[in-house]
């Protein structure tokens, strides 16, 4: 790999002649390498599904998470390197928290999106720090209602109504746009997003994985939270059976 | 030095002894005040404007210590601006109050400040909060505040209704800001009104002797 970006990819504080900053695209090539995560807003809420690769079977299921609470009314998942995540989501709590302190209230989706997104701008500007390797979504239902917003290494944050990052991001979008988003409820979503995931899933490449889902709905009083067990083994179990079934037609 | 065997004219700094409300109406709120601020019993200004815009349309009644009030709205009105924005729209009356609130409670040991805070948001409608003087903060359809607002209790408990039309909201705190300048002796000179709605803020002034007449009138 010494063609890509030889000699303007050492800091960030170098651009190359082409007006690239080489280390933040490499910081995006560390997201690709871990595994999908999935976020739809659709009509009522936003729900997040994330493919996590197991590494060893000895490892306690519920156990290294990839979607977290910020907020009652707001839910990260992450694709990237872990413990880069971990500080986001700090950050993250901490802003909500002051705001709340502050103002006396809940602090609104794209506003935390814009903080995040200031944040992880600020590390892509010296030399003796690198940029975060993790893109984070940000799931919230407010004023403005449900919200879906994407944040990148670079520090750009999107609002989507569906997006997905990591391996298998672009074959999931291929299937998410075939979704209509803005016709479903939080419960049908999470079926479609189990769905994508494991349409998605690299069966060669990446052995085992644990679907983790949340949502954030009327259901669930609009607060963030893990899908409840029944409901989301219900989804899984459904959409094995139709690959089942797929794969049996199919011969 | 004692005020009764050697009485001075001019004592202490600026107060607003007043007489504050402000009301929730169908589409709105109407916010009134007197005009008499005084340094002892000298009437240091006697067409104060007690009515000041902390946004666009949220607007604060001041009583109490003016040099106080006034600092206390300036800091309000620079967090509003920079809140709005970042949120990218209209911040809501409960913010603004909130941002008092604070103020008013972590210095509560510095300040002599009673704030009402009222405004118009599309999403809430009209809506009126007051923080006395400890730094509590009550979300209400109308409230008074003030030296002369003890005179008019009586009045307001009477005559307040819910959904009161514009006109009704206008005069029937022009009529209690008459009454209590009528009795309370910090409270005098012009009523001044502050009518906030979807379409915008009024400004009105009404003079002394235009003021709805009382029994000894």
Not at chain 2, 119 to 128: D, L
């Amino acid at each position: 790999m010494s063609g890509l970006g030889t000699g303007y990819d050492l800091s960030c504080t170098t651009f190359s002649p082409d007006g690239r900053v080489f280390q933040v695209d490499y910081a995006l090539k560390a997201v690709e390498n871990s595994g999908t995560a999935v976020g739809l807003r659709v009509k009522d809420g936003v729900v997040f599904g994330v493919e996590k690769l197991i590494v060893s079977k000895m490892l306690e299921p519920t156990s290294n998470r990839r979607i977290f609470n910020i907020d009652r009314h707001i839910g990260l998942s992450f694709a990237g390197l872990q413990a880069d995540a971990r500080q986001l989501v700090n950050r993250a709590r901490l802003e909500a928290k002051n705001y709340r302190n502050f103002y006396q209230d809940d602090i609104p989706g794209h506003v935390l999106a814009e903080r995040m997104a200031a944040f992880m701008q600020a590390y892509t500007l010296y030399s003796h720090m690198r940029p975060f390797g993790c893109s984070i979504m940000l799931s919230s239902v407010d004023r403005r209602g449900p919200q879906l917003f994407m944040i990148e290494p670079s520090g750009i944050s999107y609002s989507y109504y569906g997006t997905s990052i990591g391996k298998a991001k672009q074959a999931a979008k291929g299937e998410i746009e075939k979704l209509k988003l803005s016709e479903l409820t939080a419960r049908e979503a999470v079926a479609e997003v189990a769905k994508i995931i494991y349409q998605v899933h690299d069966e060669v490449k990446d052995k085992e994985f644990e679907l983790e889902l949340s949502w954030i709905c009327p259901e669930s009083k609009n607060r963030h939270e893990m899908v409840p067990k029944e409901i989301a083994q219900a989804a899984e179990a459904k959409v094995k059976a139709e690959l089942e079934e797929a794969m049996v037609d199919e011969d | 030095m004692d005020t009764m065997t050697n009485p001075q004219p001019f004592e202490g700094e600026h107060r607003m002894g007043t007489t504050i409300m402000a009301a929730v109406f169908d589409g709105g709120v109407v916010m009134g005040a007197d005009s008499r601020t005084t340094t002892g019993s000298y009437i240091a200004n006697r067409v104060t404007d007690k009515i000041t815009p902390v946004y666009d349309n949220i607007f604060c009644c001041r009583s109490g210590s003016a040099a106080d009030t006034q600092a206390i709205s300036d800091y309000v009105t620079l967090y509003l601006n920079l809140h709005g924005n970042e949120l990218g729209e209209q911040p809501e009356i409960k913010t603004a109050a909130a941002l008092f609130q604070t103020l008013c409670y972590q210095n509560k040991n510095a300040l002599q400040a009673g704030i009402i805070v009222a405004g118009y948001h599309p999403r809430t409608g009209g809506e009126v909060y007051t923080i006395p003087l400890g730094g509590a903060l009550v979300k209400s359809p109308w409230t008074i505040g003030g030296s002369g607002s003890s005179y008019i209790y009586g009045f307001c408990d009477t005559n307040f209704r819910d959904g009161m039309t514009k006109q009704e909201a206008m005069d029937f705190v022009t009529r209690a800001i008459s009454l209590a300048i009528t009795r309370d002796g910090s409270s005098g000179g012009v009523c001044r009104l502050c009518i906030i709605d979807k379409t915008g803020v009024e400004r009105v002034m009404v003079p002394g002797n235009k003021l709805p007449k009382a029994y000894e009138d």
